[in-house]
């Protein structure tokens, strides 16, 4: 079993920033693939970002690309989502994933284990 918690959501005016933390317990996380989801209200659950935890790799949404950055940090078992150039669309609650193996993956469904999520509320 892995434990995610996130932290560091948050009310911030369009153009500012933010960075989500997931820290990860239980089981090794160290040869999985670790994602980030965000859900607004009315809509479906939907791809931000997604790493490798070994080897780094990263894959971004387009809606995202060049502004968010996920990160993550072995001593601490964590996994960031630095968010940049906030707007009001990206408000939604965000939610920290593992999958087990190294082939990462856009789906909710390729994803074993969920966080509770993080609101992050962007205002114009």
């Known amino acids: 079993q892995v434990q995610l918690v996130e932290s560091g959501g948050g009310l911030v005016q369009a153009g500012g920033s933010l960075r989500l933390s997931c820290a990860a317990s239980?089981?090794?996380?160290?040869?999985?693939?670790m994602g980030w989801f965000r859900q607004a209200p009315g809509k479906e659950r939907e791809f931000v970002a997604t790493?490798?935890?070994?080897?780094?790799?990263?894959s971004y949404a387009d809606s995202v690309k060049g502004r968010f950055t996920i990160s993550r940090e072995y001593a601490k078992n964590t996994v960031y989502l630095q968010m940049n150039s906030l707007k009001p669309e990206d408000t939604a609650v965000y939610y920290c994933?593992?999958?087990?193996?190294?082939?990462?993956?856009?789906?909710?469904?390729?994803?074993?284990?969920w966080g509770q999520g993080t609101q992050v509320t962007v205002s114009s």
């Open positions: 790493i490798n935890w070994s080897g780094g790799s990263t």
């Open positions: 994933a593992a999958k087990s193996g190294v082939v990462r993956s856009t789906r909710t469904a390729a994803y074993d284990y």
């Open positions: 239980g089981r090794t996380v160290s040869s999985y693939v």
